[in-house]
């Protein structure tokens, strides 16, 4: 069965800190997309970054940016200059090998202090 | 621009009872998806549907009914709830799996 593992279940930074998240997954396909989510105390799911396996070039997003591997199948979420805002549940998701849906991790809790 | 909507955000139900979680959305989105989350587990997918007409089991779907009763929208039904159910359950579409738009999600507590 695919799987996404994400391998850190809680985290810390501290403000204007940077911090990496990592997540590793396992797919069969040539061809999917990696995903970054995240969850506020507001229970909204809220994407943060994507990642087609195809392009080479790594995905940013302002202050997130990844590091994608994908020999060794791994996908990390940087996030630089820290906010009190970011502190969040993080999923790690990819899509499935039908194509059809995405598989995520089971979060990471990154907390953010002062 | 209202994206998905769920309803209802709250709900108890008692073991063995059925219930109809609602799931709407006007983004024109061909794909729709619940999953449901518990603590420790991530989001599990229970059943999609890649078009109208179309419904597919995920991960977790023993205990759920599905339909997909047009383009728009797409409900989960538990036909006798279980404590097991206890979770938070999410509806979602996406046009192929470019990119997921959640709900706000659904709280359900089976006592």
């Known amino acids: 069965a695919q799987t996404v593992t994400q391998s850190q279940p809680e985290m810390s930074v501290q403000e204007a800190e940077t911090v990496t998240l990592s997540c590793t997954y396992d797919?069969?396909?040539?061809?999917?997309?990696l995903f970054w989510y995240k969850q506020p105390p507001s229970r909204q799911m809220i994407l943060v970054i994507r990642?087609?396996?195809?392009?080479?070039q790594n995905a940013t997003e302002n202050r997130f940016s990844v590091n994608f591997q994908k020999a060794a199948k791994s996908f990390s979420l940087k996030i630089s200059d820290s906010q009190l805002g970011d502190a969040a549940m993080y999923f790690c998701?990819?899509?499935?090998?039908?194509?059809?849906?995405?598989?995520f991790g089971k979060g990471t809790t990154l907390s953010v202090s002062s | 621009n209202a994206g998905v909507t769920q309803t209802p955000k709250f709900q108890v139900l008692k073991t063995g009872q059925s219930m109809t979680l609602q799931c709407a959305q006007d983004?024109?989105?061909?794909?729709m998806y619940w999953y449901r989350q518990d603590p420790g587990m991530g989001l599990r997918l229970i059943y999609y549907?890649?078009?109208?007409?179309?419904?597919d089991k995920g991960e977790v779907p023993n205990g759920y009914n599905v339909s997909r009763l047009n383009k728009r929208e797409f409900s989960l039904r538990l036909e006798s709830a279980a404590p097991s159910q206890t979770s938070v359950y999410f509806c979602?579409?996406?046009?192929?799996?470019?990119?997921?738009?959640f709900g706000q999600g659904t709280r359900l507590t089976v006592v």
């Open positions: 979602a579409s996406s046009e192929l799996v470019f990119e997921a738009f």
């Open positions: 797919t069969s396909e040539s061809d999917y997309y």
């Open positions: 990642q087609e396996a195809y392009k080479q």
């Open positions: 998701a990819c899509s499935n090998q039908a194509g059809t849906a995405l598989i």
């Open positions: 983004m024109n989105h061909n794909s």
């Open positions: 549907s890649a078009s109208e007409g179309t419904t």
